[in-house]
Nanobody
Framework: QVQLVESGGGLVQAGGSLRLSCAAS????????MAWFRQAPGQQRELVAV???????YYADSAKGRFIISRDYAKNTVDLQMNRLNSEDTAVYYC????????????????WGQGTQVTVSS
């Protein structure tokens, strides 16, 4: 059974930092693109960052220069370091895994975590 379990969310003041972590299990992820998505209340889910099977990264404009996605192949984890947070970053953050090496399309992500809440207070 494939499982993605997020951790590290919480309440932080504007300008602060949080590190989200996703632990993946149940299949091999070394050939998979991994990503973080987020969904704010009343808004559609949006892609935040992707890391390919080979380690290449992509960031949404909102995340560029502030967020860093990384992965540990041995531990099957993917992290999202979030810096200089602001109120617009408030959302539920989801970890996702694809079965292809790189994609930006949410429809290509087959496995999802349950999400972790990030709240940024101003």
């Amino acid at each position: 059974q494939v499982q993605l379990v997020e951790s590290g969310g919480g309440l932080v003041q504007a300008g602060g930092s949080l590190r989200l972590s996703c632990a993946a299990s149940g299949r091999t992820f070394s050939s998979s693109a991994m990503a973080w998505f987020r969904q704010a209340p009343g808004q559609q889910r949006e892609l935040v960052a992707v890391i390919s099977a080979g380690g290449s990264t992509y960031y949404a404009d909102s995340a560029k220069g502030r967020f860093i996605i990384s992965r540990d192949y041995a531990k099957n984890t993917v992290d999202l370091q979030m810096n200089r947070l602001n109120s617009e970053d408030t959302a539920v953050y989801y970890c996702a895994a694809s079965r292809i090496r790189f994609t930006l399309a949410s429809r290509d992500f087959d496995d999802w975590g349950q999400g972790t809440q990030v709240t940024v207070s101003s």
